[in-house]
């Protein structure tokens, strides 16, 4: 079956850095993606991996290991705005998203 | 670019109503939008995929009696809740992709609050 893990909750100081990571397992596989979710609202793009490595984009970078089907968002520098739900989802052979149920992170002070 | 309206944003009815919930791609033409429910502190759960000029794609449990999916045109897919009651209250949300293959995210719409009372 189709399977997306990721962390219920993580928890970080302002000021910090941070590592969501999410392991999939797909049929077929055409890239990954990851949104940011505040509270009460809909997810907003982030970023999208398709080739092994890391792509940076701003204080925001994420992952892609296709070997190990497994990707990690990276947040720097953290700030208080960044509290959200981030989500994971993997497209599959028909290009169908499968979403993980999110990493609620907190940003203490 | 690549922005999605959804309207109405915030719903409140009685039991038994039909509540229409519209999405629109503004600056790029949707062949595919998506229809997602979310219950409070769950994850996001894909109810349909609707596809212009053809018949919606529903997902398993999902009844299509009820929630009936309408993708007039590449830029306007509609859901309806028929006859709602309290257990259809939840976040629904549309998202679009300006095409739906690789490397094109889905945009989503703002999202509407359905509360049935």
């Known amino acids: 079956g189709q399977n997306i893990d990721q962390p219920t909750e993580m928890t970080a100081t302002e000021g910090a850095i941070v590592q969501i990571n999410c392991t999939y397992q797909?049929?077929?596989?055409?890239?990954l993606f990851w949104y940011q979710q505040h509270a009460g609202e809909a997810p907003t793009f982030l970023s999208y991996?398709?080739l092994d490595g890391l792509e940076e984009k701003g204080r925001f970078s994420s992952f892609l290991s296709r070997s190990k089907g497994y990707s990690y968002l990276l947040l720097k520098e953290l700030q208080m705005k960044d509290s959200a739900s981030y989500l994971c989802?993997?497209?599959?052979?028909?290009?169908?998203?499968?979403w993980g149920a999110g990493t609620k992170l907190i940003i203490k002070p | 670019g690549a922005v999605v309206s959804q309207h109405p944003s915030w719903v409140i009815c009685k039991s038994g109503t039909s509540v229409k919930i519209e999405c629109r791609s503004l600056?790029?033409?949707?062949?595919?939008m998506f229809w997602y429910r979310q219950f409070p502190k769950q994850s996001l759960m894909l109810m349909a995929t609707?596809?212009?000029?053809?018949?919606?794609?529903?997902e398993q449990g999902v009844e299509k009696d009820k929630f009936l999916i309408n993708h007039a045109s590449l830029t306007l897919s509609t859901l309806t809740v028929t006859s709602a009651h309290p257990e259809d209250s939840s976040f629904y949300i549309c998202s679009a992709s300006p095409g739906h293959r690789g490397g094109q995210p889905q945009h989503f719409g703002d999202g509407t609050r359905l509360s049935i009372l």
């Open positions: 797909t049929s077929g596989f055409n890239g």
């Open positions: 609707s596809n212009e000029g053809s018949k919606a794609t529903y």
């Open positions: 989802a993997a497209m599959d052979s028909n290009y169908q998203l499968i």
């Open positions: 991996n398709v």
């Open positions: 600056d790029f033409q949707a062949t595919t």
